[in-house]
């Protein structure tokens, strides 16, 4: 299967292949096929991360939010925002910090698996994302454990930010917002008690 | 004193003269644009700010997918340009056009205070979180029995017939509960409460005697549609404004009411600079302002001046009046100006989780939540401290937001936490705070805003009663939860500096006596019979109710008073 091939399909809704093997500019495709007219218009100008960072960001985060029977991360374009959030809206030792983060990530798949996080296969680009999520998970349980206004570690992550950013990019999208959490920008009532599942 | 300011000649000859000047079109000057314009008078209503125009000011329906920042707000600009206004919620990514630039707007914090504000037409009522209730005896009388400050001048029973009249224009959705110390208003009908709050109302019911009642929030928000304006649709960030009008605000309801009558004369970008005083007759002839684009110096000039600036706002533009015969202050010679400041304290409050209900959600963005009415020193007296405190609330299920403290990634993840979180309430407690002469605002001798004019410095910090109240506020809180079945209960502090609440008040408070207050009852300067204050600062003590319904009944009642002395020709 051939690149446009794969975009192609990824459009009309087949299984995820390895994200890693598209570059950005195909990535961004995928969404935009999938999603043409819905949303802002995806741009492929990069405001602050290499393509490379971009594509491990989007591996990333399709890893964390997949397509399932709803869209996933990347198919709302959330890469997109990730970098436009470095770039603008993060300090610089927030931005140093995520980029250390990408950069780490490689090196701890190159110690594991040989390869860097892109040419990791996704069973591999997994495990990854596990360890990250478990060191993630041990610092919020610190946290909770020290007493308040002691400076948060967790939130120091690489893998914080990524989560954060990934939900934020994601259940603000257009598509998961209407799609996903069935929001309605004017309700026209307010129901207090109704099922969730009728 | 004040500095001198020249007039230009195109100034002199624009010169103008009404029947009254109204400083600020917020929430009390727009009530006294409506009252007086009705009343026939012709009014200039004076305006720091830029007009506002619904169409292409609001942005409620703006959802987070066309914003650049989906909400998480321009941080940079918010950095540089709102830092104060920025440690207030509703100063966000599209919000913030309604609060002031810091850099323009500087004040001086002698000791921490976040004075939040909005400069434009309509003030902070575009912004303002909508809580409405009415204040009690309980209230007014309270400084005089436990001598504490002065006595308020007024009861209940004079501000009653005025709660009913502005009630029935602005529309207060709420439930009736029949508590003497927080009356009802003339309700429209209330939001519903949500399950978990219904449990816990009913739980604190039995637990407590009936002595703690979970209300839902009174909200000056209208449940079906009133005067031209629609009811409440539930889209939910009403501090960006409100296109079908359905909430009140200065622009959705008083200031169109105003235009309506053809007497009204509304100029934005109008900066009041000072009032001009006239020592022969003793009267106020009108004031100078700055105009907000070319900084010229213009004069107007009315048979009365009504100042709804904002009590801290109100108070500088009295204190940069100074002249030879009042070298301290325009309506000063009592020495109380500038000082009893007050706000409320707020943030301790506890939360708790809530087993069950996993099948029941809400749909719509209702705006408001509940509120729990005050029960300390109601009847017994609490051996810690004076006054009391409210809570306002809610219950809710966790959104998506959870999702980054909880474990995991992938399909499993992203379908758990697309679903509404486990259940939470929250008390989120509102304390009185009581008047202290040291809790001051003075001009800086030297520096000034944008358009010249002298700074505010601020001098104010909570005291020993306000503190000793705050444990109670988080335990009792707690304990609520607990008698209503929650698990994972914990306290809640914040530790807010004074400011932050917006309900700063005080600085020109109303008495008795001219020799200890500014105002008389009537909101009437002592010294300056045809110059009234109609805003916070008017406030002898601060109750623990959102005060803005307050500050519209004081406003149209002053309003009154001062049109039919006007007519008698005794200003
Ligand atoms: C986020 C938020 C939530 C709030 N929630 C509540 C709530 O739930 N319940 C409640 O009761 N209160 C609430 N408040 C407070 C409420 O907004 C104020 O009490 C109310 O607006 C005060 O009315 P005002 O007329 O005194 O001042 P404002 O409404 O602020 O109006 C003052 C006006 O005067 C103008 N002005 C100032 N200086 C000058 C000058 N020198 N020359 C000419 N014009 C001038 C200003 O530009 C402004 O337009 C909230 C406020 C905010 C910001």
């Not at chain 1, 680009?125 to 360890?131: D, P, R």
């Not at chain 2, 213009?298 to 048979?303: M, P, T, V, Y």
């Amino acid at each position: 299967m051939n690149r446009r091939e794969a975009i192609r399909q990824l459009g009309v809704g087949a299984a995820l292949p390895v994200i890693g093997d598209l570059t950005f500019a195909e990535l961004l495709e995928v969404g935009r096929g999938v999603r043409s007219g819905l949303g802002r218009p995806e741009t492929a100008v990069l405001l602050a991360l290499t393509e490379r960072q971009a594509m491990t960001v989007a591996s990333l985060a399709e890893i964390i939010i997949p397509r399932t029977d709803t869209p996933g991360a990347t198919d709302v374009g959330v890469t997109t925002f990730i970098d436009r959030i470095v770039a603008e809206w993060y300090t610089d030792e927030e931005r140093g910090r995520f980029e250390a983060g990408l950069a780490a990530l490689d090196a701890r798949a190159r110690q594991l698996f040989g390869v860097e996080f892109l040419q990791a296969g996704s069973a591999e680009q997994e495990i990854l994302a596990s360890e990250l999520d478990q060191e993630l998970q041990a610092a919020i349980q610190r946290d909770r454990e020290r007493p308040s206004g002691q400076g948060s570690r967790a939130r120091d992550l690489f893998f914080y930010q990524m989560k954060r950013l990934t939900l934020t990019g994601y259940f603000t999208s257009e598509v998961a917002m209407t799609e996903v959490l069935g929001y309605r920008i004017v309700p026209g009532a307010y129901q207090p008690c109704i099922p969730l599942d009728p | 004193m004040s500095r001198s300011l020249t007039i230009s000649a195109a100034g002199r000859a624009r010169r103008q003269t009404h029947d009254a000047i109204v400083v600020g079109s917020g929430m009390t000057g727009g009530w006294a644009a409506k009252e007086l314009t009705e009343k026939g008078l012709d009014t200039l209503v004076l305006e720091a700010g830029p007009e506002v125009v619904p169409e292409r000011d609001f942005s409620e329906h703006v959802p987070p997918w066309q914003m650049p920042y989906r909400g998480l707000g321009d941080r940079a600009a918010l950095e540089r340009e709102q830092a104060i206004q920025s440690t207030c919620y509703a100063c966000d990514e599209l919000g913030r056009s309604f609060f002031v630039n810091d850099l323009e707007n500087p004040y001086v914090q002698e000791k921490p205070f976040l004075w939040i504000r909005g400069r434009q037409v309509g003030g902070k009522s575009i912004m303002w979180a909508r809580h409405s209730y009415r204040l009690s005896d309980l209230d007014f009388e309270a400084n005089a029995r436990e001598g504490v400050g002065i006595d308020w001048p007024i009861r209940y029973a004079d501000l009653e017939p005025w709660y009913d009249y502005v009630e029935a224009f602005a529309g207060i959705s709420g439930m009736a509960e029949g508590l003497a110390h927080l009356p009802d208003s003339r309700f429209f009908p209330p939001m519903p409460l949500n399950c978990v709050e219904l449990h816990t109302r009913e739980r604190l019911m039995q637990a407590f005697g009936g002595g703690r009642v979970l209300t839902i929030g009174r909200q000056a928000i209208i449940t079906r549609d009133h005067n031209g304006r629609r009811a409440c649709h539930y889209c939910g960030p009403c501090e960006r404004g409100c296109i079908t009008r359905s909430y009140f605000s200065s622009v959705n309801a008083t200031l169109p009411a105003a235009r309506e009558t053809g007497r009204l004369t509304l100029r934005p970008g109008s900066v009041v600079h000072s009032v001009i005083h006239d020592p022969a007759t003793g009267r106020a002839t009108g004031v100078r302002v700055i105009d907000r684009e070319t900084q010229e110096a213009i004069e107007f000039f009315g048979r009365i001046v009504i100042l709804g600036a904002s009590a801290l706002e109100s108070t500088r533009i009295l204190l940069n009046s100074a002249t030879a015969e009042a070298p301290d202050g325009l309506a000063n010679s009592s020495g109380a100006l500038g000082h009893y400041l007050m706000d409320h304290h707020m943030g301790n409050g506890a939360v708790g989780r809530f087993d069950g209900w996993e099948n029941e959600f809400y749909s719509g963005r209702r705006p408001t939540g509940f509120y729990l009415a005050r029960f300390r020193n109601v009847d017994e007296r609490h051996p810690d401290y004076l006054r009391g405190f409210a809570y306002q609330g809610s219950a809710y299920r966790a959104g998506w937001n959870r999702g980054v403290a909880e474990p995991g990634f992938g399909a499993e993840y992203k379908e758990r936490i697309s679903r509404p979180g486990p259940w939470e309430l929250s008390f989120y407690g509102f304390g009185e705070m009581l008047p202290r002469y040291e809790n001051q605002v003075s001009l800086d001798p030297e520096a000034v805003d944008a358009w010249g004019i002298p700074v505010l410095r601020i001098d104010c910090e909570w005291g020993d009663n306000e503190r000793a109240m705050m444990p109670d506020m988080r335990s009792s809180a707690a304990e609520m939860l607990v008698a209503a079945g929650a698990r994972d209960v914990r306290v809640t502090q914040e530790d807010n500096p004074p400011g932050l609440t917006i309900h700063e008040m005080g600085t020109a408070r109303m008495g008795r006596d001219p020799a200890t207050s500014v105002l008389n009852g009537n909101n009437q300067c002592w010294d300056v019979p045809n110059l009234f204050v109609v805003d916070g600062a008017c406030m002898t003590s601060s109750a623990n109710q959102n005060p803005s319904l307050t500050y519209m009944a004081l406003t149209a009642r002053a309003c009154d008073y001062a049109v039919e002395r006007l007519r008698r020709n005794e200003l």
